[in-house]
Structures are given as C-alpha cells and as structure tokens.
C-alpha cells in the first residue's frame, strides 16, 4: 500500500504564509512526479504545482507559492506566501509513483488539508 500524509493547513489573515507538506510512504520503488492540486466551495478542482524534476505552477500562484521535494523522504512542501482570500481551498497533494511489484505508475491521493485565509 501507498500512504500520503499531509500537514500544515490551517487559519491565516491575508498576507501571511503557511507551508503545507506531504509524505508519501509505502511500497514505493520510484516516484515520478508529486504536487499539489486544490479544491475551493463551488468550484472545481485545479492544479496548483507540480514538481517533475522541472517545476510548473499555476498562474494564479506564480510568484507567491513554491513547491519543493525532498527525494530522500519522498516528501513535497508547498510554501505559500502573500496568502490571498481567494487561495482559501481543500489542498490535496498527489504523487506519480511505481510500487514494489505492481506494472505501472498511477496517481495516489492524500486526505487533503484545508487552508483558509481571512480577510
């Protein structure tokens, strides 16, 4: 089995920063890709970063969020800055991996944290 464990979330004013992180762990052999998607009320679902050697960010963060990967602890961070309202959202972190023994790479999910930034 394959677990990803988030932490970080939480309650900041507009301005601030928060850092989310997510370890991934389990029968991993490799891991391809890891990142963060968000989801926020009513709306759909969006990728927010992606780490992939390379990395790529939605515009909506460019400038403000960073995302980075500790390939030793199969963990990615997600450092958020200049928080704005409209950033509030259930963060979901995701990994591109090959397990032990299973063909195939495939997408794992974590249980998602979720970041509210007041006004």
């Known amino acids: 089995q394959v677990q990803l464990v988030e932490s970080g979330g939480g309650l900041v004013q507009a301005g601030g920063s928060l850092r989310l992180s997510c370890a991934a762990s389990?029968?991993?052999?490799?891991?391809?890709?890891m990142g963060w998607y968000r989801r926020a009320p009513g709306k759909q679902r969006e990728l927010v970063a992606v780490?992939?050697?390379?990395?790529n960010y939605a515009d909506s963060v460019k400038g403000r969020f960073t995302i980075s990967r500790d390939n030793a602890k199969n963990t990615v961070y997600l450092q958020m800055n200049s928080l704005k309202p409209e950033d509030t959202a259930v963060y979901y972190c995701?990994?591109?991996?090959?397990?032990?023994?299973?063909?195939?790479?495939?997408?794992?999910w974590g249980q998602g944290t979720q970041v509210t930034v007041s006004s």
């Open positions: 995701y990994a591109d991996l090959l397990r032990i023994y299973v063909p195939g790479a495939y997408d794992y």
């Open positions: 389990g029968s991993i052999l490799s891991i391809n890709a």
């Open positions: 780490i992939r050697g390379s990395t």
